[in-house]
């Protein structure tokens, strides 16, 4: 997670194969609501191998 929201970043980014790319938010509240959204979707969204 990164404060960038710069289209070079993103590139660069998914370029070294990453999973996806999320600009952090500047308020804390927002950042919290986001933290707790990634932590929702890998509990129930997720599969992973057994």
Do not use: G, H, N
Not at 12 to 24: D, F, I, Q
Not at 26 to 39: H, M, N
């Amino acid at each position: 997670m990164t404060t960038s929201a710069a289209d070079e970043d993103i590139l660069k980014s998914y370029a070294l194969l990453a999973r996806c790319y999320m600009a952090k938010p500047v308020d804390f509240s927002q950042v919290a609501k986001l933290v707790r959204w990634i932590e929702d979707w890998w509990r129930v969204v997720v599969t992973v191998p057994k």
